[in-house]
C-alpha cells in the first residue's frame, strides 16, 4: 500500500504571514497525482489544490501553492496571507494514476491555528 | 445540485446492533467510496465501488459490507457493530474518465458504538 506522512501534527502561523506544511509520500509509481484537502471543525473535506506528478510546474490556487519536489517525493503546502478562516486540519492525499479502483491515500493530518 | 449527502448525522449503538448508514450523490458519479476517521488519524478507505453492481474492499473492510444497486446510493452497512466502529464515516464521489477528478465529501456521520 501506499504512504503518506505528515510530520507536523500541529503547525501554528500568525495571520498574515506564510506557513508551510509538510508531506511526503512513498510510492513507486510513475503516474500519479497529488491533492491537499481542508478539514474546518464542519468536518466537511474541502479541496484546496490538486497536482500532476508529471506536471513539472508547481499548482497554485490564489493564496495557496505547492512546492513538489518528484525525486524526493515531497508535496508541501505553503499558504500566503493567513486568514483566520484557514484554521482547519490539513490532509494531504495521493491517488495512482493507472488502474482500476483510484484508492486515495490520506495522511495523519496538520492541525492549523491561526494566530490573530 | 445537493452534492454528497449522508445521514444520520449522529448515532449511538450498542455492542452487537446493526445500521445502516446512507450515503446518496446527486452528481451523475460513476466512483464512490466510504472512508473511516478515527480521531487524529487520516482517512482509511473501507469500501469503494466504480459503478453500479460493482464493489470492492478497500484498507479496512472487515465488519462492513456494503452494496449498489444504482449510481446514486452506496449504504454501508454494520453488521455486529463493536467499539472499535466508533468513528467518523465519510462517503465521497468522484466523477470518471479523468484522473485528476477530485473527490467530493459528504457531512460525514458521527458514530459512537457503546
Known amino acids: 500500500a501506499q504512504t503518506v506522512t505528515q510530520s507536523q501534527p500541529e503547525m501554528s502561523v500568525q495571520e498574515a504571514e506564510t506557513v508551510t506544511l509538510s508531506c511526503t509520500y512513498d510510492?513507486?509509481?510513475?503516474?500519479?497525482?497529488l491533492f491537499w484537502y481542508k478539514q474546518p471543525p464542519s468536518r466537511q473535506m474541502i479541496l484546496v489544490i490538486r497536482q500532476e506528478a508529471y506536471k513539472q510546474q508547481n499548482a497554485t490556487e490564489n493564496r495557496f501553492s505547492v512546492n513538489f519536489q518528484k525525486a524526493a517525493k515531497s508535496f508541501s503546502l505553503k499558504i500566503s496571507d493567513s486568514q483566520l478562516g484557514d484554521a482547519a486540519m490539513y490532509f494531504c492525499a495521493y491517488r495512482r494514476g493507472r488502474g482500476t479502483g483510484n484508492q486515495f491515500y490520506f495522511g495523519t493530518g496538520t492541525s492549523l491555528t491561526v494566530i490573530p | 445540485n445537493a452534492g454528497v449527502t449522508q445521514t444520520p448525522k449522529f448515532r449511538i449503538l450498542k455492542i452487537g446492533q446493526s445500521m445502516t448508514l446512507q450515503c446518496t450523490q446527486d452528481?451523475?458519479?460513476?466512483?464512490m467510496y466510504w472512508y473511516r476517521q478515527d480521531p487524529g488519524m487520516g482517512l482509511k478507505l473501507i469500501y469503494y465501488s466504480v459503478g453500479a453492481g460493482i464493489t470492492d474492499k478497500g484498507e479496512v473492510p472487515n465488519g462492513y459490507n456494503v452494496s449498489r444497486s444504482t449510481t446514486e446510493d452506496f449504504p454501508l452497512r454494520l453488521e455486529l457493530a463493536a467499539p472499535s466502529q466508533t468513528s467518523v464515516y465519510f462517503c465521497a464521489s468522484r466523477d470518471t474518465p479523468g484522473s485528476y477528478n477530485e473527490q467530493f465529501f459528504g457531512p460525514g456521520t458521527r458514530l459512537t458504538v457503546l
Open positions: 452528481m451523475n458519479h460513476n466512483y
Open positions: 510510492t513507486s509509481e510513475s503516474d500519479y497525482y
